[in-house]
Structures are given as C-alpha cells and as structure tokens.
C-alpha cells in the first residue's frame, strides 16, 4: 500500500479529516514517512494509530513481548543506528533468515529497502507498535552517551578543572555538542583517581570500547561502552592535552594537567593507532603524593634502609636504582631528593619526562628532537656548580661516562638502569663499554627494587598451604615454626574492591659496594661472582625480601611467586 492509498485509508475510517491529510502532504520532509509526518503535527496519536491497525490490519500488529529481546551475537553491530532512527524501526528477532522489526509504518518500502540493503539481510519481516515502544527499545538497545554518563551517577564531586589551554576553532568545534562526552572523559579521570589507578587504558575493539585500570600493578576491564562513542571521547582526551586531534595515523604524547579535589594531578597521555582506531593510555601522577613521601613509607627493612640512607648522604659517588618499568624506581629517587632537599644544597635533574616537578630542584625535560639529550645537558650541568645530579635513565654510552666522571669528580649522581637485580646492573655498565676499574671506582650503591601488593588488612585469611610446603619454599624456618601466613581472600571486600589486595610496598635488593667487592669488580668479575660475595656480605636477594614481608603478614607467597623470580 503506497502513502496516498494510505491517507486516503485513514481519512475514509475517520481518523483524520481531509484537510489534515492535504496539509500533512504538504508539511511532509524530504526523507520522513506520512505516518511520521501526522505524528509528529499531532494530527494522530500513538492510541488511534493503534487503534487503526488493530482494527483494519490485525496481523501486522506485534503481540510479543519487548521487554526481553534476545538479538544474535554480532546482529546489532550489523543494523546501523542512524537509519533505524531516521525510519522509526527497531529489531525483535532473528530467525531462519528473518529480521523482525517494529515500525509505524509497515508499508514504508524504502524504509525496508535501505535496511534490507545496509545488513545484507533479504527477508525483513516488519511489524507494528507504537513510536514511544519503538523508541524506548531503541534507547534500550542502543545507550544515548547521555544515558551511559547518567548510569555512572556522575556529580559535583568527580568536577575536573583543567588548566587553560589554547583551543583551535577546529577543537572549539569538535567540542561544541559532546557535553556528555566531556562529562564522561571527566568521570573516567576522576573513578581512577579514586581508585588509586596508574594507568589508564582506553582501547577499541571490533564491536565495543574497552576501559581498564591498572591497579595495584594489575590491568582490569572497569568499562564496555558501544564502539560508536570512541571517536569522541579519544578526541575529547586529545583536546585535553592539547593534541592534533586530525592525526590519526600516527603515535602522539602529550599531557593533561587537571585538579581534583584541590589535589594536583598531571597524565601523560599516549595515543597509538591500532586497527580498530587510536588507543589511548594515561599514565596517573599524583604531585603530592610524590611530595609527601618519605624514605621511611618505601617498604625498607631497617637495615636496608640504613644502608640507603648512608649512601644518599656520602659526599660523592654513584646510586643506581635498577628495575623494569613501573616498579617504584622514580619514587625512590624522589624520596632521597627530598630527603636531601635544602638550600645549601644544588640538586639538578635530567629527566625523559619530568614526572613532577619539585620546589627546590632545577629540573630539565629531555628533549631529543632539538638536541637536548640526557649527554648534552649533563655536561651543562657539571658547568652549573651541582652538589647532587639525578639522571633520568643511563640510556647508552656517553650519558654512563659523564655520569660516572661526575662520580669521581665530588658530585653525588642518582640514576636508574633496567636490569633484573643488582648484581647484573655492574655486568650491564660494562658491557656498554665502561671500563671495570672505573664502574667499581664510582658506584657505591646499587638497589634493585620490584612492587609487590599488600594483603587487604580487613580480609586476608591465613594461608591453608602444608607447613612442610611453607619450610621447603623457605617461609617457614621450621615445620612447626609457630607464626601465621596469610593469604589474600578470593571474594575479597568493599574494601579492597574485591581484589583481596589493597595498596603496594616495594621489596628491595641492596648491593653495598665495599672495598672487597670494588676489587672484584675492577678484575672484570661475573655477575653471579659478584651476587656470591655480595649474599656473604649480608645481601637479601628480592625473592628473599619478599619471602620476609610474607612473614611479617603484609603479602602473600602468591604474589611473591608472581612477581619475583627465586
């Protein structure tokens, strides 16, 4: 039944007059079907439109339930959104072929031809119900950003300020209109601040957008949201930190520096593009909590932190602080600065990025491009009168010799390589071309350090392994040594975010290098040579730093077993 043939129907049963029939011909929009058009000039209503069909075409009139439709896996991702709105239609089911749709008009066969067309589905079967059914189902199915924001139940409390930033009319006008966008970029922002997040992971998939956090050293997806929103909310971020948000094909950093509940928070944000769009990472950094810190909070058994505290407060020498990524190195180094952070002392830093920036040090971002590498500025610096150098990372050659000739030359260097443990971090100066007699002439200390998690104090549980088990893996120093070791609880509680875990404590190796140990070292010694003399000497390997902390009850041997090699 074509739309003239259908008016002609409607004014011949009384739903609507003549009149109405000719204006709503008239009033009718370029893509909108006649029944819109009557809808919407509220010549019909959802009641008589139902009525009409119930009356004159019962068997077009859908009787099953919509409270609960079951969509094949993958279906919706086939139908486009925009057209189903565009024609008022909503899927029902999938059977032998079919689609099943409710519609306000059953005889819109363009309607049917363009869904038929874009799902290369050739049976559409369509059905009728009214227009705030079909809508409902349609927000049901598919989330308006403004819901997936509302369901969050974000307020006053997650308000992000981010300070000025220079917006091109090409960002003012990507802006325009994603108000929820901007709210739920906010909301991410604030949840994994809450949570005690330090990354944040923004990641496309093929038929939705993924949000994990790291927490406590461990990924975790906290969010799926419709694939659809990824574009605004990447470009949202890249506004943020002030990003070309036109580039999507290549890699690109930047940082946001934003305030949240009156504490300072700067991300680093990275930008990658993967096959399913651009991902974004955020790196969390919380300035006061790096200010705040103390060498005492940094998980230090006591004689090792007397050792750390000697060493930052010799006159000269080296301190290598060794471990992969994100295992606490820049916290330590922080904690030894501010410790000796005072005006009579020069501390200048070389850093690949400046995490935070301290009151009190003269810090200097790296910055490759304009030749200002980790080499050249250190050199400038031994012109700067220093008493304490922090070099971000040793990274090759010529940063290691200024370093080191900064060493022998009176000044204190602090810096960082990404070796396994302690004893390698010699064997690894070496082999970057550094003559032995001149890596044990300068180095004094060397800590390798790994982050381990703590046992949720309100539900760790102890732990039910065999106490011949517990001996033979060294916990114990008996069978029958009468202490408790915990484990972290499965279910976890509100208060760990049912992790079993709350918080993390650093487990350090600590390397003195005495007068013995520089003579082996300068005769080009291996690096189990120089772990032998150092375990003589009193040295905890890391495994057995934490095998310490579980009997104190602070982790859990699962833990140590995932995180440190024995």
């Known amino acids: 039944m074509d739309e003239a043939k259908l008016l002609e129907l409607l004014v011949k049963l009384g739903y609507i007059s003549g009149d109405k029939a000719i204006e709503a011909q008239k009033e009718k929009g370029k893509d909108e079907d006649i029944i819109s058009t009557l809808l919407r000039l509220g010549f019909i209503d959802d009641v008589r439109l139902i009525d009409f069909y119930q009356k004159y075409m019962p068997q077009r009139l859908w009787r099953g339930s919509i409270e609960n439709i079951a969509l094949p896996e993958g279906l919706k991702e086939k139908l486009p959104e925009s057209l189903l709105r565009k024609h008022t239609i909503a899927p029902?089911?999938?059977?032998?072929?079919?689609?099943?749709?409710?519609?306000?008009?059953?005889?819109?066969?363009?309607?049917?031809?363009?869904?038929?067309?874009?799902?290369?589905?050739?049976?559409?079967?369509?059905?009728?119900?009214?227009?705030?059914?079909?809508?409902?189902?349609?927000?049901?199915?598919?989330?308006?950003?403004?819901?997936?924001?509302?369901?969050?139940?974000?307020?006053?409390?997650?308000?992000?300020?981010?300070?000025?930033?220079?917006?091109?009319?090409?960002?003012?006008?990507?802006?325009?209109?994603?108000?929820?966008?901007?709210?739920?970029?906010?909301?991410?922002?604030?949840?994994?601040?809450?949570?005690?997040?330090?990354?944040?992971?923004?990641?496309?998939?093929?038929?939705?957008?993924?949000?994990?956090?790291?927490?406590?050293?461990?990924?975790?997806?906290?969010?799926?949201?419709?694939?659809?929103?990824?574009?605004?909310l990447v470009a949202r971020f890249k506004i943020m930190a002030n990003l070309d948000i036109a580039e999507k094909r290549r890699p690109q950093d930047g940082r946001i520096r934003t305030r949240f509940k009156g504490k300072k928070i700067d991300l680093r944000l990275s930008t990658v593009p993967t096959v399913y769009g651009e991902k974004v990472v955020m790196r969390i950094q919380e300035a006061e909590r790096y200010l705040n810190v103390k060498l005492d909070d940094l998980g230090f058994e006591p004689d090792d932190l007397e050792k750390f505290r000697k060493a930052i407060w010799t006159p000269w020498g080296m301190i290598l602080v060794t471990g992969p990524t994100g295992s606490g190195k820049t916290t330590t180094l922080y904690a030894s600065l501010m410790e000796r952070n005072s005006p009579d002392v020069n501390i200048m830093t070389a850093e690949d990025p400046v995490e935070v920036a301290i009151p009190g040090l003269n810090q200097v971002q790296i910055n490759e491009r304009i030749g200002l590498t980790f080499a050249s500025v250190l050199r400038a610096f031994l012109r700067q009168d220093p008493d304490i150098i922090l070099i971000g990372e040793i990274r090759d050659t010529e940063t290691a010799e200024i370093g080191i000739k900064a060493a022998l030359t009176g000044h204190l260097v602090f810096s960082t390589l990404h070796t396994?443990?302690?004893?390698?971090?010699?064997?690894?100066?070496?082999?970057?071309?550094?003559?032995?007699?001149?890596?044990?002439?300068?180095?004094?200390?060397?800590?390798?350090?790994?982050?381990?998690?703590?046992?949720?104090?309100k539900c760790k549980m102890p732990d039910d392994t065999p106490r011949e088990a517990l001996y033979r893996l060294g916990v114990l120093k008996s069978p029958d040594e009468d202490i408790v070791i915990y484990k972290a609880n499965p279910k976890g509680c509100e208060h760990c975010n049912g992790s079993g875990y709350k918080g993390r404590t650093a487990v350090h190796e600590i390397l003195e290098v005495d007068e013995e140990m520089r003579k082996l070292i300068v005769k080009g010694a291996t690096a189990e040579d120089i772990r032998d003399l150092a375990r003589k000497k009193g040295m905890r390997t890391l495994y057995e730093a934490g095998i310490l902390k579980v009997r104190k009850g602070i982790t859990s041997l699962a833990e140590v077993e995932r995180v440190l090699a024995k």
């Open 92 to 232: 029902v089911k999938y059977e032998d072929g079919k689609l099943y749709v409710l519609t306000i008009n059953p005889f819109n066969q363009s309607a049917i031809n363009e869904l038929r067309f874009k799902t290369k589905i050739n049976t559409i079967v369509p059905f009728v119900s009214t227009k705030k059914s079909i809508e409902d189902l349609l927000n049901k199915l598919y989330p308006a950003v403004d819901r997936i924001v509302e369901s969050f139940e974000v307020g006053d409390e997650v308000e992000i300020e981010a300070e000025e930033m220079e917006l091109s009319p090409e960002m003012l006008m990507a802006e325009a209109g994603e108000g929820p966008i901007v709210r739920l970029a906010n909301f991410l922002i604030a949840e994994a601040v809450n949570l005690g997040a330090s990354d944040i992971h923004i990641e496309p998939q093929e038929k939705k957008l993924l949000v994990r956090y790291r927490v406590d050293g461990v990924l975790r997806i906290y969010h799926e949201f419709p694939v659809r929103i990824k574009d605004s």
């Open 420 to 457: 396994n443990d302690a004893p390698s971090s010699v064997t690894r100066l070496v082999d970057m071309g550094i003559e032995p007699f001149l890596v044990g002439s300068s180095v004094i200390l060397i800590v390798a350090q790994r982050l381990v998690r703590k046992l949720c104090p």
